[in-house]
């Protein structure tokens, strides 16, 4: 991704490619939340949950996604008579 980052930037010119002050809290704000909560969050759930329940949920989460994808796929294809 950093490779192709020079290339579409000569095409796609960004006028500030550097993250204002907004942004950088927002980027905090998610770096923080995504990896300190959610670390915490699954270190306390390991207090409860046995290693293997999680390890199984989190080898099943591709079937998970997969059934999920079908049932809005189809559901789509249903309300949507000029789905093509």
């Not at 099943?60 to 796929?73: G, W």
């Given at each position: 991704?950093?490779?192709?980052?020079?290339?579409?930037?000569?095409?796609?010119?960004?006028?500030?490619?550097?993250?204002?002050?907004?942004?950088?809290?927002?980027?905090?704000?998610?770096?923080?939340?995504?990896?300190?909560?959610?670390?915490?969050?699954?270190?306390?759930?390991?207090?409860?949950?046995?290693?293997?329940?999680?390890n199984l949920s989190f080898n099943?989460?591709?079937?998970?996604?997969?059934?999920?994808?079908?049932?809005?796929?189809i559901r789509e294809n249903k309300?949507?008579?000029?789905?093509?």
């Open positions: 991704m950093g490779i192709i980052l020079p290339i579409y930037l000569h095409y796609v010119p960004a006028t500030n490619v550097i993250p204002n002050r907004g942004d950088f809290c927002y980027l905090v704000l998610l770096a923080s939340f995504c990896t300190v909560v959610l670390y915490v969050l699954f270190a306390e759930s390991l207090k409860r949950i046995s290693a293997f329940t999680i099943l989460e591709p079937l998970y996604a997969i059934i999920l994808a079908s049932y809005f796929s309300l949507a008579s000029d789905f093509k």
